[in-house]
């Protein structure tokens, strides 16, 4: 199972809104509206953001969203703060009870 | 306060075998299905293993298949992964995560802080 697509490296002004994509195959991303992302501070644990898409969990910002078109699914930041830099992994199912992570994205504020 | 708490690791020779825990509290252990992911040093983040709430089904990556098993003993609401033919590349921290709701399918919302796994060469 290859890891999910993403960019290495995303950058933005405070303020601004940044998106994060992450490419996946008809067998996993294409396949099921299963796809969750993760913010992680350095030295952190994981925290869940989005889930199944685009839903978001009590309690993250609405300033994170979610979304899927084909084979690629979207995080966006909006307003960007200095708290969102971090690294940023989108994960999918990728069935027979399997899952993908995505290769990760560290996402600077300039 | 829902909290999950690996504990475990350590230094390892290549070949050779560890076990793992993870301890949950503050939700109800025996409802949800729950995970294994590790991250390398400076590396990404990769789903190692699954189990279904009931602790009758489970599931491996094939990188671990056949040298890792995964359980749980729900009176103790403990989580487990035996390691064995341990290789340098499963060197990492170990997290523990639980599934956000009813089907296995479903994203991990609760992580634990990582265990360290170090294997020797």
């Known amino acids: 199972q290859s890891a999910l697509t993403q960019p290495a490296s995303v950058s933005g002004s405070p303020g601004q809104s940044i998106a994060i994509s992450c490419t996946g195959t008809s067998s996993d991303v294409g396949n099921y509206n299963l796809v969750s992302w993760y913010q992680q501070h350095p030295g952190k644990a994981p925290k869940l953001i989005i889930y199944?898409?685009?839903r978001r969990p009590s309690g993250v910002s609405g300033r994170f969203s979610g979304s899927k078109s084909g084979n690629t699914a979207s995080l966006t930041i909006s307003g960007l703060q200095a708290e969102d830099e971090a690294d940023y992994y989108c994960c999918s199912y990728a069935g027979s009870s399997t899952f993908v992570f995505g290769t990760g994205t560290k996402v600077t504020v300039l | 306060e829902v909290q999950l708490l690996e504990f475990g690791g350590g230094l390892v020779q290549r070949g050779g075998s560890l076990k793992v825990s993870c301890a949950a509290s503050?939700?109800?252990?025996?409802?949800?299905?729950m995970k294994w992911v590790r991250q390398a040093p400076g590396k990404g983040l990769e789903w190692v293993s699954g189990?279904?709430?009931?602790?009758?089904?489970?599931y491996y990556a094939d990188s671990v298949k056949g040298r890792f098993t995964i359980s749980r003993d729900n009176s103790k609401n403990t989580l487990f992964l035996q390691m064995n033919s341990l290789r340098a590349e499963d060197t990492a921290v170990y997290y523990c995560a639980k599934t956000s709701g009813n089907y296995y399918e479903d994203a991990f919302d609760i992580w634990g802080h990582g265990t360290m796994v170090t294997v020797s060469s």
């Open positions: 503050g939700f109800t252990f025996t409802s949800y299905a």
């Open positions: 199944e898409v685009a």
């Open positions: 189990i279904t709430a009931s602790g009758g089904s489970t």
